[in-house]
């Protein structure tokens, strides 16, 4: 994987997870304590959680919640694609919203972004997010390499 710049091993020896940083993609940055997604033994993928940091320049885009999440799924597509995946990859996507409210745009947004794929999906209102974003994903995939 050259996009890949750093892999570390949970448990060095051992078939386990490995936690994923992506250097040189169109990905976010990381700005904390954890990597952009960890990878099973099994083909699971999980995402951290993203925002709509515009990668380029870690500021939060403005906009309202439509411009938001059209950029988190932008930041998704990133990683996966620097794992070699693509949107049809995601299972599940866990989406939270600041205001209830902004659930219509944010469909509206979320549908046209993502296409045909179509993973399952939670969507939770009222959380105080970060940075004053209106949107964060936390996103599943599926490596299919790793099926039978």
């Given at each position: 994987?050259?996009?890949?710049?750093?892999?570390?091993?949970?448990?060095?020896?051992?078939?386990?997870?490995?936690m994923?940083?992506?250097?040189?993609?169109?990905?976010?940055?990381?700005?904390?304590?954890?990597?952009?997604?960890?990878?099973?033994?099994?083909?699971?993928?999980?995402?951290?959680?993203?925002?709509?940091?515009?990668?380029?320049?870690?500021?939060?885009?403005?906009?309202?919640?439509?411009?938001?999440?059209?950029?988190?799924?932008?930041?998704?597509?990133?990683?996966?694609?620097?794992?070699?995946?693509?949107?049809?990859?995601?299972?599940?996507?866990?989406?939270h919203?600041?205001?209830?409210?902004?659930?219509?745009?944010?469909?509206?947004?979320?549908?046209?972004?993502?296409g045909?794929?179509?993973?399952?999906?939670?969507?939770?209102?009222?959380?105080?997010?970060?940075?004053?974003?209106?949107?964060?994903?936390?996103?599943?995939?599926?490596?299919?390499?790793?099926?039978?």
């Open positions: 994987m050259t996009t890949i710049e750093r892999l570390r091993d949970i448990a060095p020896g051992h078939d386990g997870p490995r994923v940083e992506l250097g040189g993609t169109s990905a976010p940055a990381i700005i904390g304590h954890y990597c952009h997604a960890a990878t099973m033994p099994n083909g699971m993928v999980q995402l951290s959680g993203q925002k709509a940091w515009i990668p380029e320049t870690g500021i939060l885009i403005d906009g309202g919640i439509e411009e938001q999440t059209t950029l988190v799924i932008r930041n998704i597509r990133a990683i996966l694609n620097g794992l070699g995946l693509e949107l049809d990859s995601l299972t599940r996507l866990v989406c919203l600041h205001r209830v409210e902004d659930y219509e745009s944010f469909n509206r947004a979320y549908a046209a972004a993502l045909q794929a179509r993973p399952a999906r939670t969507v939770l209102a009222g959380a105080e997010l970060r940075g004053g974003a209106l949107v964060e994903i936390v996103a599943d995939a599926f490596n299919r390499k790793y099926m039978a």
